[in-house]
């Protein structure tokens, strides 16, 4: 096991991450704002996450062949349910009284989202990208499976082999890493929560004052 393979399991969860966030967010807002595709919104990504992960990344291989694409599009399938549902629930929680408030000062429904609802929204959605996070650092051992490289090939050749030292050695690494981001995103998420719960109070108060 090398630091490249170490930093290419990085790279993969890394782009996954993202590509999550990019795909989710949107869909949770759609869930949000549009009723009639909350539903199928929310039993698509349910669906996806019940899907083997070996299976998801087979079908996808038929279409795009073997490599990091593969990878990278199946962890953003699998990874999507706790962004698309923590931006939906953290939306649909920010307090009617700021709605109603923003609408009042004239706030277009696009700005109110963007100014009011999704600031507040935040703090959980955010969780939804750690607990996205953490899953996708353990599914992408499954990269190696369909070549997109990462720890897995060096656990899959422990496994084959019977090198015990080795598959430990690649787990500890595995397991060091989603502690590492863990435990990162945990307090990133603790200190905006408090930063929350400090604005919330003079807000509402405000908006009670100014309805």
Not at 93 to 104: C, R
Not at 120 to 134: D, E, K, M, S, Y
Request: net charge positive; hydrophobic share 55%; charged share 15%.
């Amino acid at each position: 096991m090398t630091m490249a393979m170490v930093l290419d399991h990085l790279l993969i969860v890394v782009l996954a991450v993202l590509c999550t966030i990019v795909v989710g967010v949107p869909l949770g807002i759609c869930a949000y704002r549009f009723p009639l595709v909350r539903k199928p919104i929310l039993w698509a990504v349910e669906v996806l996450q019940t899907i083997p992960v070996l299976a998801l990344l087979g079908i996808i291989m038929v279409f795009l062949g073997g490599g990091k694409p593969t990878v990278i599009l199946g962890l953003l399938l699998y990874s999507l349910l706790p962004v698309v549902l923590n931006t939906y629930v953290g939306l649909s929680e920010v307090d009617p009284v700021l709605k109603e408030v923003s609408t009042g000062m004239g706030m277009t429904r696009f700005n109110r989202l963007r100014l009011v609802e999704l600031p507040l929204a935040f703090p959980l959605i955010f969780t939804g990208i750690r607990i996205a996070t953490v899953t996708a650092i353990g599914v992408a051992v499954f990269a190696a499976s369909v070549g997109g490289g990462g720890l897995g090939g060096i656990i899959t050749r422990g496994i084959k082999t019977g090198n015990m030292p080795q598959i430990i050695g690649g787990t500890l690494v595995l397991m060091a890493m989603a502690v590492v981001f863990d435990m990162g995103m945990a307090w990133i998420e603790k200190r905006m929560k408090q930063q929350h719960m400090k604005r919330s109070t003079p807000e509402q108060q405000k908006g009670m004052e100014e309805i």
